[in-house]
């Protein structure tokens, strides 16, 4: 069964708390947005295997460790997804980034696919899918469908904010996908919006509406 992590790092409960305010604006959405990813990076690529290697400083010879194993791919799924990619290359700046645009149909909540552009050679990549929103869980085990369909094996979902009905349906389609979650909320309203959450993470980070 998947892992489920609720990240509980004091920076990211604040800088979420912060993001939730009705009265954050765009410009300052977006930048904490990307700084929660960062760290939401730091903490979801711990487990990343090493290597022992042989390095020579100015002083002298010793060893030293380096990344090993699958290299890595970050994908979001646009548009909110976008808003996260930078945080995540602050820390894995040799990730390949790959897009899968999917929207929410206002009236039924179900995914609508409209682009899928990956790296030639996901299939060998541990992919970090990323979206701030987790609400009913259509759209992420969605992107997450169509990357199996291309191949991928290694796949980790990382969200600023979930909704109980999002993890149960990620966990009964994707039971082998661990999660990375900044704050698990209450419930979803009529609308299938989180509650509290935090409205719309797209419009909010591209000050559209
Ligand atoms: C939002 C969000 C997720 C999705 C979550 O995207 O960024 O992709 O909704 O909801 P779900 O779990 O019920 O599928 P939206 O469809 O609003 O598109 P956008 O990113 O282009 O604004
Ligand atoms: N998508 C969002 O951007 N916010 C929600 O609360 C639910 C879906």
């Keep these: ?3 489920i992590h609720v990240m509980e790092h004091p920076l ?3 800088k979420i708390s912060y993001i939730r305010r009705e009265d ?16 939401m990076c730091y903490e979801a690529t711990r487990d990343l295997k090493l290597k022992d290697i042989k390095i020579k400083t100015p002083i002298a010879e010793t060893w030293g460790k380096e990344l090993t194993g699958k290299k890595l791919a970050v994908v979001p799924i646009l548009r909110a997804g976008l808003g996260m990619v930078d945080g995540m290359l602050s820390l894995i700046p040799t990730a390949k980034v790959g897009h899968i645009g999917l929207y929410r149909d ?4 179900k995914p609508v696919e409209y682009y899928c552009k990956l790296p030639a050679d996901c299939e060998e990549r541990e992919v970090f899918v990323v979206d701030p929103m987790l609400a009913t869980g259509g759209s ?3 992107a997450i469908h169509m990357l199996k369909e291309k191949g991928v094996k290694h796949i980790r979902f990382m969200c600023i904010i979930a909704a109980p009905e999002g993890v149960k349906k990620m966990q009964e389609e994707h039971p082998d996908v661990d999660l ?3 704050a698990l909320d209450e419930r979803l309203n009529e609308h299938a919006y989180i509650v509290p959450g935090l409205g719309d993470a797209g419009d909010r980070i591209f000050g559209t509406k």
Excluded at 24 to 39: D, H, N, P, S, Y
């Design 140 to 142: 992420s085990t969605a």
């Design 24 to 39: 954050v604006g765009t410009k300052e959405f977006r930048e904490v947005i990307g700084e929660i990813a960062g760290l």
């Design 180 to 182: 990375y979650i900044g």
């Design 106 to 109: 206002p009236e039924t909540f």
């Design 12 to 14: 990211i409960q604040h």
């Design 1 to 3: 069964m998947a892992e």
